[in-house]
């Protein structure tokens, strides 16, 4: 992997992880273009990348990070268990069942799903406008709809700001929750998957990796810092939409 190849793909991780958009399809679609194959040497990169894209949530929303907002964390935590659970369970089905076809077709129900709730989602009847309102319940559901998000082509920001809207959480303070979930979250799986191709560093050149960080890290904060402002006046209608074209994209080039 050169240092483009590398900028390009941590630009992709740092754009899509955090938009209701599924990172997968985008790496899928990037690798095919750049000639990048899926060896150990990118599972590894995309390890570094990922721990980019928590550093910003985290930059981000340090304020949060604190004693005072326990209540708050543990709440995070009742919705990080049932995809820790399930997904334990299930990682080797989880393998197994990845095709892109799986991928693009999950695009595809995905972007149907989010112009059928935003079509009945009214934002001034949600019980919870603020992250600090989010019930034990709601918490609950977004976790089981993160559950979803094991499916290839899902998103796990599409999964759980789905779930929390369902719920009756406001779509800012949905998005929100679920940057705060993707820590613990990404921390498991991108610290399981260190481990696991932790050897890959040994002797490799680290410059495309560092630089791959930087850019994933920097596009990560930006697009979050974006989507708050575009939520203040927009929808997740274009995201469906988008999701839907970007299937049929897929299928196409398959």
């Known amino acids: 992997m050169d240092i483009f190849q590398a900028i390009v793909i941590g630009a992709i991780e740092g754009f899509t992880e955090f938009l209701p958009i599924s990172s997968t399809g985008h790496m899928i679609v990037a690798s095919k273009f750049l000639g ?33 907002e326990i209540k708050l964390w543990e ?16 990682k080797d089905w989880i393998k197994s069942i ?4 799986i991928v693009a077709t999950m695009f595809i ?5 989010f112009l059928i709730v935003e079509y009945f989602h009214k934002d001034n009847k949600s019980t919870a406008k603020e992250i600090e309102e989010v019930s034990w319940t709601q918490a609950l559901w977004i976790g089981f709809g993160q559950i979803f998000s094991l499916i290839p082509g899902t998103s796990r920001a599409g999964s759980t700001i ?8 406001s ?40 630089i791959g960080f930087v850019v994933a890290f920097v596009v990560a904060y930006l697009t979050i810092k974006l989507l708050i402002v575009f939520l203040q006046r927009f929808t997740f209608v274009a995201f469906g939409i988008y999701r839907i074209l970007f299937g049929v994209f897929l299928l196409m080039i398959i």
């Open 36 to 68: 990048v194959e899926q060896s150990s040497v990118i599972k590894a990169y995309e390890v570094i990348i990922q721990f980019a894209a928590i550093l910003a949530v985290i930059l981000l929303y340090r304020e949060k990070i604190n004693l005072k």
């Open 75 to 90: 709440k995070v935590f009742v919705a990080f268990l049932p995809i820790a659970i399930v997904g334990f369970l299930l």
């Open 98 to 101: 990845f095709s892109v076809e």
């Open 109 to 113: 129900v995905g972007g149907i799903i």
């Open 162 to 169: 789905i779930a929390g809207m369902l719920s009756g959480v």
């Open 171 to 210: 779509r800012k303070t949905s998005t929100e929750f679920s940057f705060l979930l993707a820590i613990p979250v990404m921390m498991a799986v991108s610290g399981y998957d260190l481990l696991k191709h932790y050897h890959e560093f040994i002797g490799a050149d680290l410059t495309p990796f560092l």
